[in-house]
């Protein structure tokens, strides 16, 4: 089977790469011609691991390949998948959907055969419906369906999430649509993927809701970090109690800096706007988006106090470990780093940094934060250590080396990996995130 990708950003490079391996004929399509020009030459435009490899063992074996023509790219193909991007519109909140209006007319304009147009892109409710009308509007003579087909892979976890995923939605009423969606995920039918087929704006939905979902889980148990602290309670013993019940289930309850990344902070704002326009208002979303916003600066001050206080921190340095939101990726959007850094400088502190794959994007984002070679570059006469996102390479660092560098054995650890009593032992000063 033939598939397009209108959109080689994330979603649409590492479901093509994907698709190609499960033995479809891809065209991935992208307008940025450097873009393309580098994937050809095997360069990824994003860090994703193993995503290098599957591209190019599948341009090998010739069922992937890349352009920047639309028109001969969804040439023959039976599904067109959108996958641009809708970044928040400025000013408030709402999806921006230029980018999937835009395709949409362009392969209404350019269809040369029956094809089923699938969103990959998430895009609030109703979507489907303007995309379907825009196709519709071009005066194409060929049969196509519109499907929503949302996408729940996480960065750096990306292409095993795309494999064996939880489970595949897809909306649509349309038989045509339901049967070419059928092929196209044949192999994961194969793999026992669950596959649930809904009605297309309720898989709209279903993108946003599990979101929210997730991002209500990490802030709950972030509240709960916070309690534990007061009372003198375990939030991960809290977090194990609770997760236990199968009713609860034990992911994404790891207290932290808060959420960040591409789609989270995004996709809960965006929802809020949809609750707004259809006069539902969704109040357990909106407390998750102010919480998590503000305890990004809470973070910054949990470090101003591991300095002493306002007073005694000016003029005093840390040493960030971890700039991106998450570790194996190389995406600094809306990461809890940028506000901790912000905060600390802020309140004159010097901050020094090292992240294994985010300096280059986060050098823009936080001019005024030296960036280091190594963690210990990074650490050396720091007046605290702070552990921001929770790299492999930061669970095992050396501790005595770390005590020798540094000014003061001071470690503030965010993201909970260290044992409190090992690091004590090691004659540290340790603070970590909903620990007694
Ligand atoms: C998320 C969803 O998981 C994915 O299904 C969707 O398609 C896109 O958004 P991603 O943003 O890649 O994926 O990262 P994820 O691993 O979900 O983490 C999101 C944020 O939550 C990160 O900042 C992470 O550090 C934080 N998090 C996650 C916690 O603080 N605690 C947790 O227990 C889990």
């Known amino acids: 089977m033939k598939i397009a990708m209108v959109g080689s950003g994330y979603v649409g490079l590492v479901s093509g790469a994907c698709f190609a391996d499960f033995g479809h004929d891809v065209v991935c399509i992208d307008k940025d011609q450097s873009k393309i020009d580098r994937l050809h030459d095997g360069i990824m435009p994003i860090y994703e691991p193993g995503l290098d490899s599957l591209v190019e063992s599948n341009m090998r074996s010739g069922r992937l390949s890349f352009t920047t023509s639309l028109s001969e790219g969804i040439k023959g193909a039976s ?6 991007g809708t970044p928040s519109r400025r000013g408030d909140g709402h999806a921006d959907l230029t980018y999937v209006y835009q395709v949409a007319e362009e392969i209404g304009e350019n269809l040369s055969n029956d094809a089923v147009i699938v969103t990959k892109s998430t895009v609030p409710v109703g979507t489907g419906d303007e995309v379907e009308r825009i196709i519709a509007d071009t005066g194409t003579s060929h049969k196509f369906a519109v499907v929503s087909n949302p996408e729940f892979l996480r960065e750096g976890a990306a292409i095993g999430d795309f494999k064996h995923p939880d489970r595949i939605v897809i909306g649509t009423e349309d038989d045509f649509g339901r049967e070419v ?16 087929f809904v009605d297309r704006r309720t898989s709209e939905l279903i993108k946003y809701a599990a979101n929210a979902f997730l991002a209500t889980k990490i802030t709950f148990i972030n509240e709960m970090a916070d309690l534990c602290e007061k009372v003198g309670a375990n939030v991960q013993d809290v977090s194990r109690g609770i997760g236990m019940d199968g009713r609860i289930g034990p992911k994404f309850l790891h207290a932290g800096p ?14 809020l706007k949809t609750a707004e326009d259809y006069d539902s208002p969704t109040r357990i979303v909106e407390a998750v988006v102010k919480v998590n916003d503000s305890r990004k600066r809470a973070m910054g001050r949990k470090v101003l106090d591991a300095l002493g206080g306002l007073e005694e921190a ?13 570790p194996n990726t190389d995406d600094m959007r809306d990461s809890p780093a940028i506000a901790v850094a912000q905060t600390l400088i802020d309140a004159g502190v010097e901050v020094s940094a090292y992240d294994p794959e985010g300096m280059e994007i986060a050098k823009p984002l936080m001019p005024e934060v030296t960036m280091c070679a190594d963690p210990y570059e990074a650490i050396k006469d720091a007046d605290a250590t702070v552990i921001v996102t929770e790299w492999d390479a930061f669970r095992a660092l050396d501790l005595v080396k770390m005590k020798e560098t540094a000014k003061a054995p001071v470690l503030v650890d965010l ?7 090992d690091v004590r032992a090691a004659g540290f000063e340790y603070s970590s995130v909903g620990r007694g």
């Not at 599904?79 to 641009?84: L, Q």
């Not at 960040?260 to 902070?265: E, I, K, N």
């Not at 000016?314 to 960030?320: I, P, Q």
């Not at 993201?415 to 009593?421: C, E, F, G, Q, S």
């Open 258 to 271: 808060g959420y960040g990344g591409s789609c989270f902070p995004k996709d809960t704002l965006a929802l």
């Open 415 to 421: 993201r909970n990996i260290y044992t409190p009593a």
């Open 181 to 196: 969606m059928r092929e196209v995920y044949r192999p994961l039918f194969l793999n026992e993927s669950p596959i649930l």
């Open 79 to 84: 599904a067109i998948f959108i996958a641009v």
């Open 314 to 326: 000016r003029g005093k340095k840390a040493a960030l470990l971890g700039l991106t939101f998450k």
